[in-house]
């Protein structure tokens, strides 16, 4: 008897400890899911800055652009739609992008490492070219090759040594991880995804086509 009663008390004090347990996974859950919630609510009013940047800091329309460069459809936002907005809009809007190599492009990473490490080296001067660059071309491996280096810093006339110590470098990753973070946080699922921030309101959608964009940056904010 006293052999079933402590068999009892053991089963008993077993299911109590994982009942507390699986309280106290509720309400860690509960609070992070609260916690979450309220970074997420606090973060889209506050975009991210960010230096590369067409376009002034203070334009009244702000797009957020991830970006990537084997992505065919980033290509045509890049080379048709960017162009159309920065003609419509002219001075009252600036295009951030945002770095988002995809897993499903391996060499995206790698080409993104050389667009900041150009940034890193002339600003924005050069970032842009690396951009129009690293489109048309593409890398040996997931990571640059040595003649992938210097033929990128032959082309952009980027002297070769500060860009190799870019990119040996942690910083420059650092960055890039950052912003595919922010799109993991966010819940980005494709690019070219884009953010219109205009009078104190965003939107996000995930479109290349101009004719789709259109609508989304009318609602908030219009050609005076």
């Known amino acids: 008897m006293q052999t079933h009663d402590r068999l009892v008390y053991a089963i008993l004090a077993a ?19 609260i916690a979450r919630d ?3 609510t606090s973060f ?3 975009l991210p800055i960010t230096e590369h940047r067409r376009g002034s800091d203070t334009a009244p329309l ?14 045509r936002f890049h080379e048709r739609t960017l162009p159309e907005l920065l ?19 391996p060499k995206a990473f790698g080409e993104a ?5 150009a940034s890193k080296i002339g600003g924005e001067e050069y970032f842009w070219p690396a951009i129009d660059l690293l489109l048309r071309t593409e890398l040996q491996a997931s990571l640059p090759t040595s ?16 860009l190799t110590l870019c990119l040996s470098d942690a910083t420059a990753q650092t960055r890039i991880r950052r912003d595919m973070h922010d799109a993991i946080f966010r819940d980005v699922g494709g690019v070219p995804t884009i953010i219109v921030s205009a009078n104190g309101k965003q939107k ?21």
Not at 147 to 162: N, R
């Open 147 to 162: 003649d992938d280096i210097e033929q990128f810093a032959s082309t952009l006339t980027i002297p070769l040594a500060p």
């Open 113 to 117: 490492l050389l667009a900041e490490c």
């Open 62 to 75: 702000q797009l957020y652009v991830y970006f990537d460069t084997d992505c065919p459809h980033c290509t």
């Open 38 to 40: 309220a970074q997420l």
């Open 87 to 105: 003609r419509r809009y002219k001075k009252d809007i600036a295009v951030s992008y945002l770095y988002m190599p995809l897993r499903s492009h």
């Open 44 to 46: 889209f009013p506050t």
């Open 204 to 224: 996000m959608i995930a479109t290349a086509n101009i004719l789709k964009l259109q609508p989304v940056i009318d609602e908030l904010y219009r050609i005076k």
């Open 15 to 33: 299911t109590g400890v994982a009942l507390l347990c699986l309280v106290f996974f509720a309400r860690a859950q509960s609070a992070q899911q």
